[in-house]
């Protein structure tokens, strides 16, 4: 059974060996460039006048109406800084 093995493994070493084929060279890169040449662009002699974009800016929102007390109870409500304890937790909580 050993020989049979043996013999097996030696095939394929054999094989994988022969299956390479040599490593071709990278392609290289034949391509030419084409010279670049020097394009004169013609400025005008005057500057142009500046755009004149006189649009009216809207109206800003007015403010809500609504009173301060309110606004600051309905960010703490949003934080949950309003949340209530049971007072069952509170005793619990105490460290006296």
């Not at 030696?10 to 094989?15: E, P, Q, V």
């Not at 020097?38 to 009173?67: K, M, Q, R, T």
């Amino acid at each position: 059974m050993r020989k049979i093995a043996l013999a097996a493994l030696a095939g394929a070493l054999a094989l994988s060996a022969c299956g390479k084929k040599e490593e071709q060279a990278p392609a290289t890169n034949n391509m030419v460039e084409p010279p670049v040449e020097n394009v004169i662009i013609e400025e005008p002699e005057a500057p142009l006048p500046p755009a004149n974009n006189a649009v009216a800016a809207p109206e800003p929102a007015p403010p809500p109406s609504i009173s301060e007390q309110q606004q600051i109870q309905d960010d703490a409500e949003a934080t949950g800084m309003t949340a209530r304890l049971d007072q069952s937790s509170e005793a619990s909580n105490s460290t006296d």
